[in-house]
């Protein structure tokens, strides 16, 4: 695979990618940010703190053991091209479900290209469906909309609350592209569960996809893009695990800056990647 080998990989998992059925890989770009930049050392950041978690799940009663992932290192993210060249390549060389840990949000466009899911479900404070953003087309702001271009799909936000004026108009007349804000979700006002679940239902390929930044600052404080009002960690989770599905095909989880805190983020990082890898093992 063309990746080169993690310093410490995720959870401490030696498994071989044979016998694995998760491959977790980095893709440490971090070309196009709009405020902070940093996001290339995500990756390792939550690999490091991955291994001092306690591994026993008091949601789904599973451990360490029932986990069968291998952590194959990162994809060579010098440029944006190339990078989502390799994050393809990686995920279609595998028959195992991919586990991309960024990087800023723009790497997950590689994922969409290599996997062509029908449904793609967004935990992310923006909607990352601009055109452009500083005369740039290809952004961690517009990879869901140059996806969306190119493949054709239906998408769901969740937790939305840093809306541009372009994607608000955009999504208005568009019964593809929908979003939760995080008020309409902390609130009670909607209930994305029953929504998400109808539409996975409908779907055969669904990808995951979390931005860090769907987070309160309170909670992750060490993203790219940090907005208020956002979702707890418990919020996150009850979503995550209400709505998965063994049509999710593949996940990742980004815009983790880790020099603007001391490590509470990508300890929080790994702990919902951790999870989420338990609510699916659960949902099978
Ligand atoms: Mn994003
Ligand atoms: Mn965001």
Redesign the pocket.
Known sequence: MPTTPPISPFLDKPVDPEDADYIVFGAPLDRTASNRRGTRFGPDAIRRESAYLDTYSQRTGLDWGDLRLADIGDVECGDVESCLAGIEDVIKSTDKVPVMLGG??LI?LGALRAIKPDLVI?Y???L?LRDELFGERMS??T??RRGYDELGYKAIILGARALSGDEVELTAGNDDLSYFTSLDIIKGREDPIKTVNEAIESASRVYL?I?M?VLDPAYAPAVG?PHPEGLSTTKLMDLIAGTMSRKIAGFDL??VCPHYDTGNTATTAAYIVMETLYAQIRSR
Do not use: I, R
């Open positions: 800023e949000h997950t967004v992310d404070a923006h990352d961690h702001a990879y869901l996809s931005d930044d893009n980004n815009e």
